[in-house]
């Protein structure tokens, strides 16, 4: 199999689009969990 520049730019181009998509997801994933402690931590000093 052979591959062109093209082929080998446009390879790298999903590749990196794939990597961003899922770093975003990650982030979104950290600040909900940074959300929800922040909601822990409200709860924790209304039951003091």
């Known amino acids: ?3 062109t520049a ?3 730019k446009g390879h790298l181009h999903a ?3 794939g990597y961003s998509a ?3 997801l ?3 994933n950290l600040m909900a969990i940074g959300d929800a ?3 822990f931590e409200e709860w924790l000093r ?3």
Do not use: K, N, Y
């Open 26 to 28: 990650e982030i979104r």
């Open 46 to 48: 209304f039951l003091e």
């Open 37 to 39: 402690l922040q909601v």
């Open 6 to 8: 093209q082929d080998q």
């Open 22 to 24: 899922c770093l975003h």
């Open 1 to 3: 199999m052979v591959f």
């Open 15 to 17: 590749e990196s689009t």
